[in-house]
C-alpha cells in the first residue's frame, strides 16, 4: 500500500523533493516557510545529502546555481522578501540555463509586510522577477498532496528544459496539514538521466562545459536571448497545466489558484446547489498561463471572475487571454486575511 | 484522585496539542471550572489559541499569550499573567506548549512553580505524522520534551488521524501504536480524541473519548 502521512505543507514540498532525488538544499530562515530547511536540516546528512545554512539569500540562490550547474538536483525556498533577495542569482541561473527548483511560500507585501498568506507575488514570479528577458516555469499548488505532486514535477521540467522552476505557494499552504499519499518509490538520483552539460570536471575526453550568464558581445547576447525565447515557446507550447471544475455548462467562469481556489471551490459548491452555472477554473502552472484554454472559454459567451489574495495581478493575464472579449472582473483581498467562502459566495451571487 | 488544577498539554509539531488543549479547556470550562488558557507556543504564529481568543473569552475561558499586539509576530515573548496565573492558584490552568524541544523549553521559565503542587503533564500523540512513527520514535520525542521542559509526563493521549482520510483501521492502527509507545513509556492512554472527521472504531479498551471540535481548521478544508 502506498505511504500515507500527515503533513505541513512546507514538511510535504521539502519531503517531495527528497523523494525527487534532491539532495542539495541551500537556504536562509524566514517565517512561514522555516519548516522546509529544518525539514531538511534533519533529512539530508542522512541520504548523503547537503543542506547548507547559507549567511545570507543571495550566498543561498548562488549555491543552488553551483549545485545545479554541477548536475544535482538542487533547490531553495524562502517567502516573499527573501525570494526579492534571490532575484539577481535567479536571473542568473535562468540565463545560463541551470535546472533547479525555488520555493516561494509567499506572505503579506510588499516591504517587509506580515506573516500571513498571499498572493502579491504573482507578478514577480511570472513575469520575470529579476532583469532581463526570461521566464521560470511556475507551478501553483492547492494541497498539501500537490506539494509533493508538484515539486517532482517541477524537478522534472528543469531538467527537461534546464530551466529554473518555482513552487508558489502561500503561508498557510505551508502551515496547514492534511493527509498525503506517496504515490512512487523514492528516486535514486544515480538513476536520473545523465546531464552531459554539467560541470563535473574533465578526464581529458571532451571540451569543458562552461557555465555562466554572460553575453559581452552583442551577436553573442542576441543569440543567447534568441535561444531562451525559442525554449520559452516550446515550454508555453507543451506544459501547461490546469484544472477545470464544472466549466463546461458554467455562465461565469471563476479563476483562481492555490489558497484561494480551494476557497472557491467552497464557494462554487454552494452557489452551484441554488441552481447558479458557476464554474472553476484553476491554472496549475502560472507560467505558461493556460491562455489559450480561457481564449477557448470566452469564445464560448463565458463571464469570467478573478478571485486572488492581492490587488489584481493574475487578473491581467485573464484580461490579455479574453482580449476584450467577454467581461473580466475581480474580487481580491489585501489585509493578509484569506477571503471567506461566504464572501466569495456573495460575489458569485451577485453576479447572477 | 483529585485532578490537578494544572495541565500541560505538549507533544510533536503538528501533533493537534492546540486542538487538544482547546477542547480539553472548555471541557473544563463546561464544568463550571475557573480556566486560564496560557498559550506557551512561542515557535510558530500559526494555528495558536490566541488566534480564537475571542470565542474562548465569550465562554468565560481566559487566553494568556504574548503580549497583546504582537499575536501575529514571531517574536518569543510570555505574558507576566502567567506568574500571575500561576502564584493565585484561584484557576485551572490548561497550558499549551509549542512543538518539539524548541517549544517546550518555554515551560522550563516556570518550572519551580510546578515543583510546588501536582500537575498533569499529557504528550498528544498523531502516528501518522512523520517522527512519531512507532513506540520508539514516540519515547524519544517525549523525552526530548521531558528534558527541554524539566517536568515529567504523566500520559499520553491518541489523536490518530489522518484528517478527513482516516479510516476506522488507521485508527485501530493508531491505537496499537499508541499502547505499546505507552507501554515502553510506562505511561497511561489517558484520552483517545475523536472528531468528526473520522468514524469510530470498534473496539472498546478503556480509554475515554475526547471529542474533538476543530477550532483552527479553515472552513474550505474537505
Known amino acids: ?352 | 484522585m483529585v485532578t490537578p488544577r494544572l495541565t500541560v498539554i505538549a507533544g510533536a509539531y503538528g501533533s493537534g496539542k492546540t486542538e487538544v488543549a482547546i477542547n480539553y479547556a472548555l471541557r473544563l470550562r463546561a464544568k463550571g471550572k475557573n480556566v486560564n488558557m496560557v498559550d506557551l507556543d512561542i515557535v510558530n504564529p500559526f494555528f495558536r489559541t490566541r488566534d480564537i481568543r475571542d470565542y474562548l473569552t465569550r465562554q468565560g475561558i481566559q487566553v494568556i499569550s504574548s503580549n497583546e499586539g504582537l499575536e501575529a509576530a514571531d517574536i518569543p515573548a510570555l505574558s507576566p499573567k502567567i506568574i500571575g496565573l500561576l502564584q493565585s492558584r484561584d484557576y485551572d490552568g490548561v497550558f499549551d506548549v509549542g512543538g518539539d524541544p524548541a517549544g517546550a523549553t518555554a515551560m522550563g521559565r516556570f518550572n519551580r512553580y510546578f515543583q510546588e503542587e501536582p500537575y498533569s503533564f499529557w504528550v498528544v500523540v498523531n502516528p501518522f505524522r512523520p517522527d512519531t512513527r512507532d513506540a520508539e520514535q514516540i519515547k524519544a520525542m517525549v523525552q526530548e520534551i521531558e528534558k527541554a521542559s524539566r517536568l515529567q509526563a504523566t500520559g499520553l493521549i491518541d489523536n490518530t488521524n489522518l484528517g478527513s482520510a482516516t479510516t476506522p483501521e488507521d485508527r485501530l492502527h493508531g491505537r496499537k501504536v499508541l499502547h505499546s509507545a505507552a507501554e515502553l513509556l510506562g505511561l497511561p492512554l489517558v484520552w483517545r480524541t475523536l472528531s468528526n472527521l473520522c468514524p469510530p472504531e470498534n473496539g472498546e479498551d478503556q480509554v475515554p473519548y475526547l471529542p474533538l471540535t476543530l477550532y483552527m481548521r479553515p472552513e474550505w478544508m474537505e
Open chain 1, 1 to 352: 500500500m502506498a505511504e500515507r502521512v500527515m503533513m505541513k505543507g512546507n514538511e510535504a514540498v521539502a519531503e517531495g523533493a527528497i523523494r525527487a532525488g534532491c539532495r542539495y538544499f541551500f537556504g536562509y530562515p524566514i517565517t512561514p516557510q522555516n519548516e522546509v530547511p529544518e525539514y531538511m536540516s534533519r533529512r539530508l546528512p542522512k541520504i548523503g545529502g547537503v543542506f547548507i545554512q547559507a549567511e545570507s539569500e543571495v550566498s543561498a540562490i548562488n549555491m543552488v546555481y553551483g549545485a545545479g550547474g554541477a548536475g544535482g538536483r538542487a533547490m531553495t525556498s524562502s517567502s516573499s522578501p527573501g525570494i526579492s533577495l534571490k532575484q539577481e542569482g535567479i536571473s542568473y541561473i535562468a540565463t545560463a540555463e541551470v535546472p533547479c527548483v525555488i520555493v516561494n511560500m509567499a506572505r503579506g507585501g510588499p516591504g517587509l509586510g506580515g506573516l500571513t498568506p498571499s498572493q502579491s507575488d504573482y507578478f514577480q514570479a511570472v513575469k520575470g522577477g529579476g532583469h532581463g528577458d526570461y521566464h521560470l516555469i511556475v507551478l501553483a499548488p492547492w494541497s498539501v498532496q500537490e506539494m509533493v505532486d508538484l515539486v517532482g514535477l517541477a524537478f522534472d521540467l528543469a531538467d527537461k528544459y534546464r530551466n529554473p522552476a518555482m513552487i508558489l505557494g502561500d503561508a498557510i499552504l505551508g502551515q496547514m496539514m492534511e493527509p498525503v499519499t506517496f504515490k512512487s518509490e523514492p528516486i535514486d538520483p544515480k538513476d536520473l538521466p545523465a546531464k552531459p552539460w554539467a560541470t563535473v570536471g574533465l578526464s581529458g575526453e571532451r571540451k569543458p562545459n562552461l557555465i555562466n550568464s554572460l553575453g559581452l558581445l552583442p551577436e553573442h547576447l542576441e543569440s543567447i536571448n534568441l535561444r531562451l525565447q525559442e525554449k520559452y515557446k516550446k515550454i508555453a507550447e507543451n506544459e501547461v497545466r490546469f484544472e477545470g471544475t464544472d466549466v463546461d455548462d458554467a455562465d461565469l467562469v471563476v479563476v483562481a489558484y492555490g489558497t484561494t481556489s480551494r476557497v472557491a471551490k467552497s464557494a462554487i459548491d454552494q452557489a452551484r446547489k441554488d441552481g447558479k452555472k458557476v464554474g472553476l477554473f484553476r491554472p496549475i502552472t502560472l507560467w505558461p498561463f493556460p491562455t489559450k484554454q480561457i481564449q477557448e472559454l470566452a469564445a464560448a459567451g463565458k463571464r469570467f471572475l478573478v478571485v486572488e489574495m492581492s490587488a489584481g495581478q493574475m487578473v491581467e493575464d485573464v484580461r490579455l487571454a479574453v482580449n476584450g472579449e467577454a467581461s473580466v472582473e475581480f474580487f481580491g483581498k489585501l489585509n493578509g486575511a484569506i477571503p471567506t467562502v461566504e464572501e466569495v459566495y456573495r460575489e458569485i451571487m451577485s453576479r447572477f
